[in-house]
């Protein structure tokens, strides 16, 4: 998608590069900048206070745990979809809420997630009757619920849309007329996940969606989980018609003592991006684009790249590069075109391709926007690349701080 110049002045505005010396940082690396999630948080926060809803941070999408405590001081906990999400929670998130919510939890790891959650979800009414007779025995205090799924789709790429008919996601209402009342014991919680990328007008939908269909079951709970997808801090996000859709909500079931909302994307949505240089530049052939090779792979590095698919914001130089499907409908075009490749031997290891006003160098920088989502936590290390450093930016002090560099040791030890 084409970046207007609002939209161009927007993220700038909100990660200031300007600020930051990036010549002198090794790529490939991450950053994520503190006061731009700050200003993210600020948002949950007033969201949290005028609705009494909590806040999740979805680990799924970003668990970078060195931010975890400032992240904390606004949300109420995290959501977990696996043992090591939970136990990442249970010991970074101290004194939070933990929830988990899987399509399945194998039977040798149940017991360690009771030890590091207070919310479980299942997933399947068989999965319920299966492990549900260990919550007791386990030290801590469980509150249990069901993963519905509304069958309504507001997704439009298949790949995540929650609610597309093959999906395996939550029980259906037809599952719930199968089963006695008595079968429903021990389930205090409704959690559905229906949205990717959405505005609140999309969850005003699925809500009506949802409560035609499970009114009854909405009836009888003590809380609900809203899930994720939420794009609560994108700049023309309705935060008056979500604070309106939840204040409707809670006077149609005043039974639901707990409203969650579980975010991943929207806690660092333009907080983060991804550095990388260029390492080579091949000539074109056919008539395609100049190739340019980087330290970063998208299979690698950014696989929803490849996964979506879409074509990140990429900035360099002092100015944004137009991607090429943009440059063919836009008035204004830029001279020098490339198509940026990984390093991988993958053939299709493509980023993308883009125009720039002035020709790569060697050694020149790239800046790939928002990338602190679904990066870090899906990034490999196919062809035995190295994995991109992990820092932390403060464009109020210029300063940066580097997390983490990966080395071989890293490589070596996820394979033996």
Known sequence: MALGQKEKLSYLKKFPLDRLDLERISTPVYIVNEPSLKENLQILSYLQEQSGAKILL????????????????????ASASSLFEARLAYEEFSKKEVHICSPAYPPEDFEEILEYTDHVVFNSFHEFRKLNPLIPKSSKNHTVGMRINPEHSEVDVPLYDPCSPESRLGVRKKDFQKISSRDLQGIE???????????AENLQRTLKATQEKFHLELSQVQWCNFGGGHHITKEDYDLDLLLKVINDFQKTYPNIERLYLEPGEAVVLNTGILIASVLDILPSHSGTPTLAILDTSATAHM??????????????????????????????????SYVLGGLTCLAGDVIGGYSFLEPLEIGQKLIFWDMAHYTMVKNTNFNGVRSPSIAISNTDTGKIQTIRRFDYEDYKRRLS
């Open 303 to 336: 696989p929803d790249v490849l996964e979506a698919p879409y074509t990140p914001h990429v900035y360099s130089n002092g100015s944004w590069a137009q991607s090429i499907s943009d440059t063919k409908k836009s008035e204004t075009k830029q001279s020098y």
């Open 58 to 77: 979805a680990l799924k999408a970003f668990s970078q745990y060195s931010l975890f405590p400032l992240i904390q001081k606004s949300l109420s906990g």
């Open 189 to 199: 919680g409704l959690h559905f996940h229906a949205l990717c990328e959405l505005g």
